[in-house]
C-alpha cells in the first residue's frame, strides 16, 4: 500500500522536501512506518524520540493500524501562537 | 436544543485583521468581548528579534482550531469564537494569533480566551521560526509542552 509522508518546519529544511509517497507492506502500523523512515532517513533517526504522528489531520497514539492512501504527518514540537 | 455558538477559524499569511474580528464577535450582541493578540516579541533575554515566520499544516490546523472552539463553547457559556493566525513573516509588534471570544458576561470570555491560546499552543499543528538580529535563525519547539 502507498501512504503519503509530510513533514513541516525544521524536519522539512533537513530533509529537503515537504512531502513524498512511501511503499509499505500491507497491514503496516505507525511504529513499523517510523522505523523504516527512521533507518533511511538520519534527521527522522535523531529527531524520532520528539516527533509525533497525525494521520489524516489527526493526532495518532502509537501503532495505528495505516491503510492505502493515508496522509502521515511526522511532527515536531509545534510553537504556534 | 443546545446552542452551539457561531465559530470562525482561519489561516492567512495578509496582515490579521482586529476590526473584522471585533465585528464578527459584536454581531452576537452579548455584553462581553474579550480578544488576545500573540505578538512578535522584540526582547528575550539577552537576544534580540528581527522578525518571526510562520508555518503551518494548514489543513489538520484549521481543524484542531475548529476543535478547540468547539471544545470551549461546550465548557463557558459563548456566544462567538473567532481564532486567527497568521503564516510566513510576523515583523516586531505584529499578532500571528488572534483569539476573540463574545460572551453573555465577562467572566467566561476571559476564562475562554486563556483556555483557547493555551492549548493552541499545545496542539495546533504551526511552527515559529525566530530570526534574529545578529543573523542567527532557529526553530522553536525544543519539546512537546504536553
Known amino acids: 500500500m502507498t501512504v503519503t509522508i509530510r513533514v513541516f518546519a525544521s524536519l522539512r529544511e533537513e530533509i529537503g522536501r515537504s512531502t513524498w509517497q512511501e511503499t509499505l507492506a500491507e497491514g503496516s502500523d505507525s511504529d513499523a512506518l517510523l522505523a523504516a523512515l527512521s533507518a533511511r532517513h538520519e534527521s527522522i533517526s535523531r529527531l524520532r524520540p520528539s516527533i509525533r504522528l497525525a494521520i489524516n489531520d489527526q493526532w495518532a497514539s502509537a501503532a495505528v493500524r495505516l491503510s492505502d492512501g493515508d496522509e502521515v504527518a511526522l511532527l515536531t514540537p509545534v510553537s504556534g501562537g | ?146
Open chain 2, 1 to 146: 436544543m443546545k446552542f452551539t455558538a457561531p465559530i470562525h477559524v482561519g489561516i492567512q499569511d495578509e496582515p490579521l485583521s482586529l476590526d473584522h474580528l471585533w465585528h464578527f464577535l459584536a454581531q452576537a450582541q452579548g455584553g462581553g468581548i474579550a480578544i488576545f493578540g500573540g505578538t512578535t516579541r522584540r526582547i528575550t533575554g539577552d537576544r534580540v528579534t528581527r522578525e518571526l515566520s510562520y508555518e503551518a499544516h494548514h489543513s489538520m490546523a484549521l481543524k484542531e482550531m475548529r476543535r478547540l472552539a468547539d471544545e470551549a463553547s461546550s465548557r463557558w457559556d459563548t456566544l462567538r469564537i473567532g481564532i486567527l493566525h497568521r503564516t510566513g513573516v510576523v515583523p516586531v509588534s505584529d499578532a500571528s494569533v488572534l483569539i476573540g471570544v463574545a460572551t453573555r458576561h465577562r467572566g467566561p470570555a476571559f476564562e475562554a480566551a486563556r483556555f483557547l491560546i493555551d492549548e493552541l499552543k499545545v496542539s495546533v499543528p504551526i511552527w515559529k521560526k525566530e530570526h534574529f538580529e545578529d543573523g542567527s535563525v532557529e526553530w522553536q519547539g525544543d519539546a512537546w509542552l504536553r
